[in-house]
């Protein structure tokens, strides 16, 4: 009998939520909208996924340093950056139900559905443009089907609260909606303590808040998320060789990790859709299982921040180029990659069902199984006694690799139900503990142990005392 083995978000979010990847927030209140909380192994991937990105951005990287900055900031900030002024969506509200969209996205979702090609991106329109295509095309609220909608206004998506004792305007500060603020503002500090020359780079992970309109899609839009975020500093002129550069160093990344060519494309941003102060921009766009979506942003911004930053604050921001004797404010990429958003491309990317042959009653007998890079992998390999009678000995193993690696201890159950679910959850090597093993009065003992492939299912015996530096190797990238 066939069996839907299609990818679907629903499959996604039950994968995570029996599995302890991801949970609702605050479930037992009845939850929050959109809130979600990381479980044992949602953690771990998400640990998996930063450590990833600072060990080749920032580690590794021959040009950049990290930074760690605090994510309520003076709102002066936000009055230089423009995110008080106009970091906003477009909304309108359904005078029917009284639901709320953001228009851009309604047009978006209507020409995924039917097939209609815009005659340029949704981001050049203005408003009264996207009004009056909402109207010609007839375009219908999602959750009524009525089409009544008011006109469209900006809506701000910075969240507000108040910093000290007293709540008036006075005290306002604002959750920062994105982490590179902080490190413009802390060119300089960053600058004179490393001694860096142009070109350097700033890296930070951190939250972000933003009080999107329209959270969903699981966790590939949330109100509270986390940015993985690279400027990179460099004299003007040379920036659009440095954008094509990270351009290219940001696909590899995604590559080295195992992410499949197929599902990933390069959109470059027309003229008309860049930011006025942009260059350059590129959204890497992944296939989700709900259709494409922006999954990384690369932007030439030009010395728009600093320019602003040095004309609000009074500060000098320029760097003095020693070679050149001459004084400059740095041109700036920046890389912009959410961590959330990350991690639900690489579990979508990894997700399979694969028939792996017929059960008794003729029922195709599937294994789902997620093929995840062992870097991002929750547990790097399962210790598994064959029999109950193995688990001291096999215990021993668990202890000593556990020092290094997360590693995962079961002994409960048929071994090939263990294999199924250490498969489902990515864990890419089972070690298998046996009486050969240990020994026993008519075997010697050969202390090696049968790691099985999660992907290939081939099995290796391997040295106990080789293990720990045949999984290091196996975990590089
Ligand atoms: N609400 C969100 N939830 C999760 N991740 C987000 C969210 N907003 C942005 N990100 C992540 O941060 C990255 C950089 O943010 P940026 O401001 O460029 O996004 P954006 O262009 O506003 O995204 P979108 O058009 O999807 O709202 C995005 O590519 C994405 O990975």
Not at 217 to 231: A, D, G, P, S, T
Request: aromatic fraction near 12%; glycine fraction near 6%; charge should be negative.
């Amino acid at each position: 009998m066939l069996k839907n083995t299609e990818k679907t978000m629903d499959k996604l979010v039950a994968l995570c939520k029996n599995r302890g990847f991801v949970f609702a927030g605050s479930e037992i209140y009845g939850g929050l909208a959109n809130t979600w909380d990381y479980g044992p192994l949602g953690v771990e991937m998400k640990n998996n996924i930063k450590r990833a990105w600072w060990k080749k951005f920032v580690q590794e990287n021959p040009y950049n340093v990290g930074l760690d900055c605090a994510i309520l900031m003076n709102p002066q900030t936000w009055v230089a950056s423009g995110h008080l002024g106009g970091f906003s969506d477009p909304l309108m509200d359904c005078r029917e139900c009284h639901e709320r969209f953001r228009a851009d996205k309604l047009i978006e979702d209507y020409c995924a559905k039917t097939g209609e090609e815009l005659p340029k991106p949704i981001d050049a329109f203005s408003q009264a443009e996207m009004k009056s295509f909402i109207d010609e095309k007839n375009i219908c609220c999602p959750t009524c089907g009525k089409h009544n909608f008011t006109d469209i206004r900006q809506f701000n998506l910075m969240f507000k609260t108040f910093q000290g004792v007293t709540e008036d305007a006075k005290n306002t500060v604002y959750l920062r909606p994105e982490t590179a603020q902080g490190i413009f503002v802390n060119f300089v500090n960053v600058q004179r303590t490393t001694r860096r020359k142009l070109p350097f780079g700033i890296g930070q992970i951190g939250k972000s808040f933003r009080n999107e309109i329209t959270p969903g899609n699981f966790i590939f839009r949330v109100r509270e998320f986390e940015q993985m975020e690279l400027e990179f500093f460099c004299e003007p002129g040379t920036d659009l060789e440095w954008f094509a550069y990270w351009r290219g160093f940001c696909k590899q990344w995604l590559l080295s990790l195992g992410m499949k060519e197929e599902n990933l494309r390069l959109r470059d941003h027309d003229p008309e859709e860049l930011c006025f102060y942009s260059k350059a921009t590129t959204d890497f766009e992944f296939l989700f299982p709900f259709g494409w979506g922006e999954l990384w942003g690369v932007a030439d911004r030009t010395d728009y921040d600093l320019t602003q930053h040095q004309n609000t604050s009074g500060k000098d921001l320029t760097y003095f180029d020693q070679e050149k004797n001459t004084r400059y404010i740095p041109y700036v990429i920046e890389p912009s990659l959410g961590v959330e958003r990350s991690f639900l491309a690489f579990l979508a990317d990894a997700y399979d069902e694969e028939v792996v042959g017929q059960d008794k009653r003729g029922n195709d007998d599937i294994r789902t199984v997620l093929h995840l890079h062992p870097a991002l992998a929750p547990y790097k390999a399962a210790v598994l006694p064959l029999s109950k009678k193995l688990s001291p000995a096999a215990e021993e193993i668990y202890h000593d690799l556990q020092k290094e690696f997360m590693v995962d201890f079961d002994d409960a159950g048929s071994i090939g139900k263990r294999y199924r679910r250490e498969d489902e959850i990515g864990t890419p090597y089972c070690i298998t503990v046996d009486f050969q093993t240990v020994g026993d009065e008519t075997t010697p003992a050969d202390h090696a142990v049968t790691v099985r492939d999660r992907d290939t299912m081939e099995q290796v015996r391997i040295p106990v005392s080789e293990l720990k530096a045949w999984l290091a190797e196996k975990l590089a990238f």
